[in-house]
């Protein structure tokens, strides 16, 4: 257990939906990393926060957002679903968030968009 | 820019042998390099981390992986293998420099142990 959480595991919904993803990071730490694994795209870095404030973008769509909350939270939303959104989508979380910061992984959210 | 290439999508031993998983970076200034594991339906857990400290790392599991900046490479070493190693690694590097710490991740390599 790396001691970072997401919510739901599974999330089944339909093309043009909005969904959210929450990520509860380890205790202490201060930065939150997205990332999005499919089998065509493999594993890609969408988006980091460092405390409330967003420090790096990846390879992150327009239709897709997030934040991170005063208590360190983050929420991943996502809208206007296509059927490629479908994949497993991780957060992670270090101390310091600065390069070579070691990141620990949640167990991940699958989404199906049908 | 920073990246990684592992070589081998899948690779299969037999319970005993040596698991060899290899990794090659490209790196302009010294490089963070991870190896996570990925089991079956779960989220990646850190094996080991090289931070310039020393060349042979050691990780979790029994696996350890050697820098060699000469041949710009990471391999992941085992000396014998378990089934219970079967799994999906990733080799990653962490880019961005200062503040930011997004991690380039390898197309993965699937590894199979036979009995």
């Known amino acids: 257990d790396s001691g970072v959480t997401q919510t739901p595991k599974h999330l089944i919904t339909a093309t043009g939906q909005r969904v959210t993803l929450r990520c509860s990071p380890r205790?202490?730490?201060?930065?939150v990393y997205w990332y999005q694994q499919s089998l065509d795209q493999g594993l890609q870095f969408l988006i980091q926060y460092y405390n409330g404030e967003e420090r790096a973008k990846g390879n992150i769509l327009e239709r897709f957002s997030a934040q991170q909350f005063p208590d360190l939270h983050s929420e991943l939303n996502l809208s206007s679903l296509e059927l490629g959104d479908s994949a497993l989508y991780f957060c992670a979380s270090s101390a310091t968030g600065g390069t070579g910061d070691t990141q620990y992984f949640g167990p991940g959210t699958r989404l199906t968009v049908l | 820019a920073q990246s990684v290439t592992q070589l081998g999508s899948h690779v299969s031993v037999s319970e005993g042998a040596l698991v060899l998983l290899r990794c090659n970076y490209s790196s302009s200034v010294p490089p963070y390099l991870f190896w996570y594991v990925q089991y079956p339906n779960q989220g990646l857990q850190l094996l080991l981390k090289?931070?310039?400290?020393?060349?042979l790392v050691k990780g979790i599991n029994g696996f350890e992986a050697e820098f060699k900046k000469s041949e710009t490479s990471f391999h992941l070493t085992k000396p014998s293998a378990h089934m219970s190693d079967a799994a999906e690694y990733f080799c990653a590097v962490s880019t961005g420099g200062g503040a930011t710490n997004k991690l380039i991740f390898g197309t993965g390599t699937l590894l199979a142990v036979q009995p």
């Open positions: 090289y931070t310039s400290a020393a060349t």
């Open positions: 205790s202490g730490d201060l930065s």
